[in-house]
């Protein structure tokens, strides 16, 4: 709904509500559906479609559960076409799709795409969840920083920057120490660093943001690739051999079917990760910090005139998104990968920008994003291991194809906070 004014006849301004149908995610739907059916009419698939439930670390066995793979698709394409109905007369009633909506279409679309792909194979399902949570780290921890940065009215799109240096940091601590907290307190300390000019630039300078972003990005690929070549590839024993953290297994609650292996048993940067989004969707909407947060995010001049110091609070809480994303870059070193790679983020601090946007500036909905985000990427890996008909360079595409459709289906009817990106100049 908006508000338009109309000029009366006798001279006088009357406000009007003008109720506005929002078709693009029903048509979002709806396009999902007939590419799905064209997919499966053109490129047919026969036989059984096992999906392998259990973990072999588990005391407790799920059995192997095979379906039809023609009729099993063919059902859940009919109901993905009701829920396009119901998207479309939701919007023709002037409302949304809800969040629930689009959520069950999501996942009965990929269960439907992987009946396709597993025909005739196994699809192992704890295993696909896991490296989806386990690609989702870095996504999760950058996306948190960008929501952070946004709502306190500064663009974060320093957060492949952040997530780089702060791998860089990790692993070159965690190598001298042996310690990969010390690590990761290095970590850190190198989002802090990156986030530090990006904040003096764009508050104090009142530099584009964007464009300071956008620079740091490249000076920061310059430095620790420079870094890399000159410290690091020559004294690698040394410098380059961080010692990483193990998996925690949480008794009781790892046997639990399908997600104990999933959630519980990760790395303690997995489960800070749970913490940290949990402690910062509390903080953001319960508390004072939260409320002032936002308030300088959305209408700085009044939270000026009730006394919050505009400027001081988006510069303290830059640098926190900058110590939130840097954790996300410790994962590369001190979980995933032994030691540090050139340019190893790769560009995942652009998806991570793209998960706040799709997640609506709410740490929530955007650890959700950051989450399917992560599931492209390895569902991109089992696609390769099953063989399925689908060319490499479409697997290759995936995860940014699904960012493209996320950001431009779902997130294009929204807006983000009223301040973001624009300086405050006291009056």
Do not use: C
């Amino acid at each position: 709904m908006s508000l338009v004014q109309k000029e009366a006849a006798d001279g006088t301004v009357q406000l009007m509500t003008v109720r506005e149908r929002h078709l693009k995610a029903p048509i979002v739907l709806a396009v999902v559906t007939v590419l799905l059916s064209l997919l499966v009419l053109l490129v047919p698939r026969t036989g059984t479609s096992t999906f392998r439930l259990g973990d072999s670390s588990q005391s407790f066995q799920l059995p192997d559960v095979a379906l039809p793979t023609a009729s099993t698709i063919w059902v859940v394409i009919g109901i993905l076409v009701v829920l396009v109905i119901a998207a479309f007369l939701r919007a023709w009633t002037y409302r949304t799709a809800s969040l629930w909506l689009v959520l069950g279409f999501g996942i009965l679309a990929i269960f439907a795409f992987l009946v396709w792909a597993g025909a005739g194979g196994l699809v192992p399902v704890t295993s696909l969840l896991f490296g989806a949570v386990s690609l989702s780290v870095p996504l999760v921890f950058g996306a948190l920083g960008g929501v952070i940065g946004e709502r306190a009215g500064v663009v974060n799109v320093a957060i492949e920057g952040q997530l780089l240096l702060g791998a860089f940091s990790a692993a070159l601590l965690s190598s001298i120490t042996g310690n990969p907290f010390v690590g990761l307190i290095g970590a850190m300390i190198g989002g802090v660093l990156v986030a530090s000019v990006l904040a003096a630039f764009a508050i104090k300078y009142l530099v584009e943001q964007v464009i300071v972003g956008v620079v740091l990005n490249v000076l920061v690929t310059g430095l620790t690739g420079f870094l890399y070549g000159a410290l690091l590839a020559p004294n690698e024993k040394a410098l380059n051999t961080p010692v990483r953290f193990t998996r925690i297994e949480i008794p009781v609650l790892s046997d639990i079917p399908i997600i104990g292996p999933v959630l519980f048993n990760q790395t303690f940067i997995v489960y800070l990760m749970f913490i940290t989004v949990a402690v910062v969707a509390w903080g953001l909407y319960r508390t004072r910090w939260g409320l002032r947060l936002r308030a300088v995010g959305e209408h700085p001049q009044a939270a000026d005139t009730v006394g919050i110091k505009v400027n001081a609070t988006r510069f303290w809480n830059v640098l926190l998104a900058g110590a939130i994303a840097g954790i996300g870059g410790a994962y590369f070193t001190l979980v995933s990968v032994p030691q540090f790679g050139k340019d190893m983020t790769a560009g995942l601090g652009f998806i991570a920008l793209a998960a706040v946007i799709f997640g609506r500036w709410d740490p929530i909905r955007a650890t959700l994003a950051a989450l399917l985000f992560g599931f492209a990427t390895n569902l991109q890996n089992l696609l390769s291991i099953l063989k399925t008909p689908v060319p490499s360079e479409f697997m290759l595409m995936l995860p940014y194809v699904v960012t493209l459709i996320a950001v431009a289906g779902f997130a294009g009817q929204i807006r983000g906070p009223a301040a973001s990106g624009k300086p405050y100049i006291k009056s």
